[in-house]
């Protein structure tokens, strides 16, 4: 990305996925904005998600998209289950491509965690006043009839031929989302929505052949993702994000043999990145919980690649530019994926740039601004002027 004469860090070194090659290692993580209506994107996913392009991200992930309506958490959820969706979605990929970003989508089911309030209006099952809004709760699906918790809707136990059903949807979306002009796709397979919630002992009670042992409780995504393969384009990279443990720190769930097993079965049906995230099986929150330290999840990422040889991308906490280059640097992932320092700063990845002394003459930012701020620069250097923050 950058002219010769400047120095190089890993955190700005390309990578090549497939047909796709990303100018850096850093990844708009997927996060729900709750702002769509009838899962159709509008003008606020087109400035929302294009303001990560013009700060210098190589790949910008939708929020999770649901492959069909009743696997949207919210009723203000992004949906890609038809031609539509799809539709609504192509400026988006557009402007992401023109300003050097790599559109992604992430395609998602919520399983026993759909039908719920958007968090500003309570983060829990409908009420009377989301009633009153006119949105009204929904039948939910799972693998088994486990509730998140006691007073939450019960989900039905998918029967073989509904999820058969489920996994056509998948397969469905990933065409729409080709269709989009997405470059990425990404399976969720984490934070308890219905793929994580077939893995997981914790949701997962089954005793056919989706349920049980390791290997029933992997069939799902594990066959989700050959559809998905077999309609989204050979030159097209696909991800797989997962929680590499239910729960970090405990011993109960899903665990992280567990998961160095599942992406290497991933790797074998032609995956080409693990999105390394932790969590959600039980909770609410897909955000970390708890104390924790930057870049938490480094050794999940670390030990699921050197074990199945798969690329990663790590997820969780990622603040300052020198952690996420050491990411890269030391083998712990070939990509960094940040979610809310970037709602925080959304010229995060080119601020970092700065922070590693790549990109002095701005010549990364967009020409509109770039031209003003290299010479502003030197303004401020002649006029002894520091910046105070970062
Ligand atoms: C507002 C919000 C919405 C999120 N929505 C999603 C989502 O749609 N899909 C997903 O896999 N993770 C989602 N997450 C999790 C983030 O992608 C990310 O993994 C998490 O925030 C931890 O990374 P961070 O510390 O950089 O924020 C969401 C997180 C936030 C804060």
Not at 52 to 76: C, D, K
């Amino acid at each position: 990305m950058s002219p010769s004469n400047e120095p190089s860090t890993s955190l700005f070194s390309p990578l090549d996925l497939r047909g796709v090659r990303l100018k850096n290692r850093i990844v708009l993580s997927p996060m729900c904005t709750y702002s769509a209506e009838d899962g159709i994107a509008n003008n606020w996913h087109m400035v929302h998600l294009g303001q990560f392009a013009l700060g210098g991200a190589a790949a910008v992930f939708t929020e999770a998209a649901a492959v069909e309506e009743r696997g949207r958490i919210t009723h203000g959820d992004l949906g890609i289950w038809s031609k539509d969706h799809a539709e609504a979605l192509k400026p988006v990929t557009s402007f992401l491509r023109s300003h050097g970003a790599a559109p992604a989508i992430q395609i998602a089911h919520a399983g026993r965690k759909a039908s719920m309030q958007r968090p500003w209006h309570g983060n829990g099952p409908m009420d009377d006043e989301d009633r009153a809004r006119g949105e009204n709760p929904w039948d939910i699906v799972a693998p088994s009839p486990e509730p998140i918790k006691e007073g939450w809707l019960v989900p039905a136990e998918l029967t073989r031929n509904e999820i058969t059903d489920i996994q056509d949807c998948y397969a469905a979306a990933a065409g729409h989302a080709h269709q989009a002009g997405f470059e990425i796709l990404e399976i969720h397979s984490a934070h308890g929505y219905l793929a994580h919630s077939f893995l997981s002992p914790v949701s997962n009670k089954r005793n056919d052949e989706y349920g049980g042992d390791l290997a029933g409780r992997m069939r799902f995504t594990l066959e989700t993702a050959e559809k998905v393969r077999a309609v989204w384009p050979d030159a097209k990279p696909m991800f797989v994000r997962i929680s590499s443990v239910d729960a970090d720190g405990s011993d109960e769930g899903w665990q992280l043999d567990d998961s160095v097993a599942l992406a290497g079965e991933l790797k074998a049906r032609g995956v080409d990145v693990v999105d390394c995230s932790s969590g959600g099986i039980s909770g609410l929150a897909t955000a970390a919980v708890g104390r924790q330290s930057q870049a938490f999840r480094a050794p999940y990422s670390a030990r699921i690649r050197a074990e199945t040889g798969v690329s990663t991308m790590v997820v969780g906490l990622l603040l300052d530019a020198q952690v996420a280059d050491e990411m890269i640097e030391t083998d712990a992932a070939d990509l960094v994926a940040v979610g809310r320092e970037m709602l925080y700063d959304p010229y995060w990845p080119l601020h970092c740039a700065s922070a590693l002394g790549v990109d002095p003459e701005f010549v990364d930012w967009p020409e509109q601004y770039g031209w003003w701020l290299v010479r502003r620069e030197a303004l401020l250097r002649e006029s002894g002027i520091e910046r105070s923050g970062r």
